[in-house]
């Protein structure tokens, strides 16, 4: 079973959304180090994404502007659309990253809200640990600065800087091309300003009534479709995204690696909008006389009033499992 576009593991694999090296950058700042647990509370929604449509300046934008842990993008490039926010750790910090897609174009914005009294100079010094000089730069933004890092091509690839009291640290990226043109380069440097200078940030949302009462549905969801079973397929499945019509794939599986067992541990869950979820979990294997285990991550949906696993992670997730009881055959 080969995996599929939604699962933000296998995105993650594709494409790197821009300011994760960044994050791993700051997390190396003694100024900014910041000692205590990690948390998994789910931030506010990000509201659904509608079609392109006008926006500051034209060209583009959309009808609906979604809104991010508090941030709101009020323009993107024509055929953008949110598909995906992930909250992920780099060295003890906490970052969201959206990422929106469309008409062969890739955008990301990461927001750090866990070093409050960064600096762009402490940004700055963060990037110059990374990259060659050539590739750095600043260029006016916001009303203050911002730190760009360039492509070989002389394009910018990202662009960050840090606002408000406490600091928000945000970058933008983006890139076009790679599926409808066979090379892949950086934003228009007009759009990458664009949606920056778009961009209202408030402060972190609390979590929703509708997230607190969801994620205990979306943790009882994940085993109950991807645990190991010997009951008939259609039992598991019923907590997956069109589950019914993966009743041979299922039995194909359990044919083809009778005895494979899988047990889910749901780690993270953090609802983005109403009807979706990004959750990250670990598998733990056994097969053939040998276990172990492996973190991945996928997307819950709210379909016909339940949360379940979406369809491509639940293929995912068997694609996942075939290839290890494969290299243990």
């Known amino acids: 079973m080969a995996e599929r576009p939604d699962s933000p593991s296998l995105i993650r694999s ?10 791993r950058a700051l997390g190396r700042l003694t100024a900014v180090a910041l000692v205590g647990l990690v948390t998994a509370t789910a931030a506010g929604p990000a509201s659904a994404a ?6 500051p300046g034209g060209g583009g934008g959309r009808t609906s502007a979604p809104t991010v842990d508090g941030v709101k ?8 659309s949110l598909v995906d926010v992930q909250p992920t750790t780099r060295i003890g910090r906490n970052v969201i990253v959206a990422r929106f897609e469309g008409a062969d174009t890739r955008v990301s914005l990461t927001i750090q809200r866990e ?16 990259y060659p000089a050539q590739y750095l730069g600043r260029i006016a ?7 760009t890092l360039r492509a070989s091509s002389g394009g910018i690839n990202e662009l960050t800087w840090v606002e408000g009291d406490p600091s928000v640290v945000l970058t933008v990226g983006g890139s076009v091309g790679g599926i409808k043109t066979p090379t892949v380069g950086p934003l228009p440097e007009a759009d990458l300003l664009r949606i920056a200078g778009s961009l209202t940030v408030g402060p972190a949302p609390a979590q929703t009534a509708w997230q607190k009462a969801s994620e205990p549905r979306i943790r009882a969801a994940f085993p109950a479709a991807l645990n190991s079973s010997e ?3 259609r039992v598991p499945l019923a907590a997956v995204e069109n589950g019914q019509r993966l009743v041979s794939l299922l039995e194909q599986f359990r044919a083809t690696y009778p005895g494979l067992t899988a047990q889910i541990t749901v780690n993270q869950v953090y609802v983005w909008a109403h009807d979706r979820a990004s959750v990250t979990f670990t598998i733990a294997y056994s097969y053939g006389g040998f276990s172990g285990s492996i973190g991945s991550s996928g997307q819950a949906v709210f379909d016909h009033g339940s949360w379940k696993v979406s369809e491509q992670t639940y293929r995912n997730v068997l694609g996942l499992a075939s290839g290890l009881g494969g ?3």
Not at 115 to 130: C, H, I, M, W
């Open 327 to 329: 290299a243990v055959a």
């Open 141 to 147: 933004l916001r009303g203050t600065e911002a730190v």
């Open 73 to 80: 993008v009020g323009w993107l490039p024509r055929g953008v």
């Open 50 to 55: 509608g079609p392109g449509g006008g926006g």
């Open 115 to 130: 070093t409050p009294d960064a600096t762009l100079d402490e940004v700055a010094s963060a990037y110059a640990q990374y």
């Open 231 to 233: 009951a008939p397929p």
């Open 14 to 23: 594709r494409w790197h959304p821009s300011g994760r090296r960044l994050t």
